[in-house]
């Protein structure tokens, strides 16, 4: 399979601190039914209230800086759908955020407990294997990367091994470090807890009840580095269109069609910050989520997950809007947040005033 490109640790902290297509979804067919599109209907930006005009000038940006997709929701409603939104590509570490959501369903039908320990779980790793103390870490301390298991990690980029603390430098639930380590066990957790593989779950579970239409299970892959652990990372391949339907569930706080399909408590406390990635700006991490303060100068309060920091799912409750931008990894690129962010903030800022 392609080579991981994980984030770096502060590639979205970064991207969001920068301050501030053709296909507008305009033509000339009808507007469709959400039931023809799986709850997504496709208006021209006027119609929910948006600049046609200046959202051109955004994608014009994003033709430029080579971007591959972008579209963005107001509400279910498709004002901008730009370049290949129905291509599939590597979701990166984006596929934290659809492992939260899994995570939500089953704590919610009480399958999984995330109190327990890795000790109970009987979880270790390949020599040197876990010590008593880095045992004692909980399943909620790996959704929310504080589980001081500095153990080396499939998945992890160059830069992350140096930034790695040391072994046993910091117990379990006290210090925040973005750790390939924790989101790979807590995969590995819940397909052990609930008896269903990752993506078989997803595609259950989220994928055909919120109408996908393009994700499969062989989208999943599982990506082991044994000479550095035994847990594998589990990359996704998805299309912006169908990650854009996963943020919309986000939006609506888990439900779909009148039905649940994530809890909405689970929802608040995965979408609230549990550490504060840098005191500076305030961006927080929550369970496999980073919080979007709502004092930042480009765009906030929200939540998003960035995808070795070019592909962004990003998602502000209080507008209403999700947005997705893509990139074409499986080929070199050049694309930073300092390149696109400012563009995403565009989008936001395109609304025609009151």
């Not at 929910?48 to 107001?74: H, K, N, P, R, W």
């Not at 117990?171 to 925040?176: I, N, R």
């Amino acid at each position: 399979m392609a080579a991981i490109h994980p984030p770096t640790r502060r590639s979205l902290l970064i991207a969001l601190l920068v301050s501030t297509a053709a296909v507008l979804a305009c033509s000339d067919d009808p507007v469709s039914s959400d039931s023809e599109n799986n709850g997504l209907e496709y208006v021209t930006p006027e119609d929910v209230g948006f600049s046609s005009t200046a959202l051109q000038e955004a994608i014009d940006g994003f033709d430029q800086i080579g971007s591959a997709a972008v579209i963005a929701l107001y509400e279910n409603k498709v004002f901008l759908s730009w370049g290949d939104v129905d291509r599939k590509f590597w979701c990166h570490s984006i596929r934290k955020a659809f492992l939260s959501g899994l995570y939500g369903i089953y704590v919610g039908r009480e399958v999984i407990d995330t109190s327990k320990t890795l000790e109970e779980l009987n979880v270790d790793d390949i020599p040197p294997s876990l010590t008593l103390e880095e045992k004692q870490a909980r399943v909620a301390d790996l959704l929310k990367s504080r589980s001081g298991v500095y153990h080396p990690a499939a998945g992890e980029t160059p830069e992350m091994e140096a930034e790695r603390p040391e072994r046993g430098s910091h117990p379990p639930g006290t210090f925040f470090y973005y750790n390939n380590w924790d989101f790979n066990v807590a995969g590995v957790i819940f397909e052990q807890e609930t008896g269903v593989g990752i993506f078989e779950a997803f595609k259950q579970e989220i994928a055909d009840p919120i109408g996908m239409e393009d994700f499969l299970v062989s989208d999943g892959q599982y990506h082991y580095e044994p000479e550095k652990s035994m847990h594998p990372a589990y990359p996704f391949r998805m299309t912006a269109t169908d990650m854009a339907r996963y943020g919309l569930l986000y939006l609506r706080n888990g439900s779909w069609n009148g039905r649940q399909i994530i809890p909405a408590d689970w929802i608040a406390v995965s979408t609230t910050a549990h550490s504060i990635e840098d005191p500076e700006s305030g961006i927080g991490y929550g369970m496999m989520w980073y919080v979007i303060p709502e004092d930042l100068p480009l765009f906030g309060p929200g939540f998003a997950h960035s995808g070795v920091g070019v592909h962004l799912l990003l998602v502000l409750p209080e507008d209403n809007l999700v947005i997705v931008h893509r990139v074409n990894t499986d080929e070199p690129w050049t694309i930073t947040g300092e390149d696109y962010l400012p563009l995403i903030g565009a989008i936001v800022d395109a609304r025609i005033p009151d």
